[in-house]
């Protein structure tokens, strides 16, 4: 079977609008924080790569659901592609007008095993279904529905997101000991994060939308 994913221009806008997002430090990344600073860096590591684990399955549940989707419907796929842009946009509309900030994660957190730190990490983020419907909502924007293989392409693009997660996560669980303690604690960086992280979802969600089904 040939291999087939997303044209190099679809790639690299999906890389930037990926690299933009993450950079953005969100819970995730204070709780791999909180872990670091609580106990050492390898803790964090061990975080991020439980957090991202969890993220594969995720992309594999979007990659088979949404192959399935476009099998039965065109339309169906365009429908929820729609509704990913839509998702997208409350997201950020919630973010920037929720009344309350991030909740501190308490540093003083209990020493965990290695094993029982990426056991927690890769549970937290597997059950959340937020980050379901954000990979439901995130990767159809980039599939190039008529090159086929649209399982191929989304477990493509989840597998570069995952990787660019990993990098970028490790790198903040790398800089925790000088940088995590401030960026918890400090409610501007807390209202900065709010504000950014919603503006650059409103702004994937209304480009999605407007650019409708030309990506062929």
């Not at 975080?47 to 476009?70: F, N, P, R, Y």
């Not at 290695?114 to 980039?142: C, D, I, M, Y």
Request: charged share 15%.
């Amino acid at each position: 079977m040939d291999i087939v994913i997303p044209s190099a221009g679809s790639i690299g806008l999906f890389v930037v609008a990926a690299l933009v997002l993450l950079v953005v430090p969100g819970p995730s990344v204070l709780y791999i924080v909180a872990r670091s600073m609580a106990q050492g860096r390898t803790a964090g590591f061990v975080s991020d790569l439980g957090i991202h684990s969890a993220t594969l399955v995720h992309v594999a549940a979007a990659s088979l659901g949404l192959s399935a989707l476009l099998a039965s419907s065109a339309i169906a796929f365009s429908i929820v592609k729609y509704a990913g842009a839509a998702y997208l946009i409350w997201i950020g509309l919630r973010k920037i007008f929720s009344r309350e900030d991030n909740p501190d994660i308490d540093v003083a957190l209990k020493p965990r095993s290695h094993a029982r730190l990426f056991r927690e990490g890769f549970v937290v983020n597997l059950l959340n279904p937020k980050t379901a419907l954000f990979f439901l909502a995130f990767l159809p924007q980039f599939v190039e529905v008529g090159r086929g293989h649209i399982a191929m392409q989304v477990a493509f693009l989840g597998l570069v997101f995952t990787g660019l997660g990993l990098i970028s996560d490790g790198c903040y669980a790398f800089a925790a000991g000088t940088l995590g303690e401030r960026l918890r604690h400090s409610r501007a960086y807390l209202r900065f994060e709010r504000y950014i992280s919603g503006i650059l979802f409103i702004g994937l969600g209304v480009s999605a939308a407007l650019a409708g089904n030309h990506r062929k």
